[in-house]
């Protein structure tokens, strides 16, 4: 068992890399472009957080340093990420952007690592940073909702990248077989969650992923808008 938990951390590893690496083509879309222009911070900022909190959790708790590792290179990759927000983001988006990177990333991280540390003992220490980074895994894989409901809404793909949503499915149910086989539901319940999320990404991508049928619901939709009544006049009877 302990092999295969192993192994199967490993294979876990490897898609949690691929998964951190899949936004590159968007970021480099950014950098060309020199524009952020639809796509949003968010998801970005937490998973930064969220790779923080796990990295520190694999290093409190034994035996958990594949956890750790890939966590660590998370928190690299994602660091360049947000930087690269900053530097071509609006001035708007920039500053909101910088309010949630100096409130999560910064003051919740210290915070929680500080608390922990310095007050709980290593069993409980390792409990709380647990939950902590189960509650986190879970607003990581439920941040990218902002860009399903821009899919929905513009019935249109093009700001929802379709390797990050992919991975992020990937990531969810190999993590939750990892779990499963250590038994750390810390680990397991916010990736079966992450599995769910991941798939219903993928659904909205099969739905909305023919650009034609994308302009002929838009179409639709803005028909139907120019067509009805300024007012709604009650019928006399």
Do not use: H
């Not at 599995?195 to 838009?218: C, D, H, R, T, W």
């Amino acid at each position: 068992m302990k092999a295969l938990s192993f192994f199967v951390g490993i294979i876990g590893n490897i898609i949690s890399i691929l998964m951190f690496l899949s936004p590159v083509k968007t970021f480099w879309r950014i950098v060309k472009d020199r524009s952020t222009q639809e796509f949003e911070s968010l998801p970005y900022i937490c998973t930064l957080l969220n790779s923080s909190l796990w990295t520190y959790y694999g290093i409190t708790k034994p035996d958990s340093y594949l956890v750790a590792t890939v966590n660590g290179f998370g928190v690299i990759v994602e660091t360049i990420y947000v930087i690269l927000f900053l530097a071509f983001a609006p001035p708007w988006k920039r500053a909101k952007t910088a309010i949630y990177v100096a409130i999560l990333d910064v003051g919740f991280l210290a915070a929680a690592i500080s608390v922990t540390y310095f007050l709980l003992q290593e069993d409980m220490r390792i409990d709380v940073t647990g939950f902590m980074c189960s509650a986190l895994n879970v607003i990581m894989y439920g941040s990218p909702l902002a860009a399903m409901k821009s899919v929905v809404t513009m019935k249109s793909v093009e700001y929802m990248p379709f390797l990050l949503s992919f991975f992020l499915f990937l990531n969810g149910g190999i993590w939750t077989f990892y779990a499963c086989l250590v038994q750390d539901w810390f680990l397991g319940v916010p990736n079966a969650i992450g599995f769910v999320l991941g798939m219903a990404q993928l659904v909205l991508y099969a739905i909305y992923s023919n650009p034609e049928a994308s302009k002929q619901m838009a179409a639709d939709l803005e028909d139907e808008r120019q067509t009805e009544p300024l007012l709604n006049v009650p019928e006399q009877k």
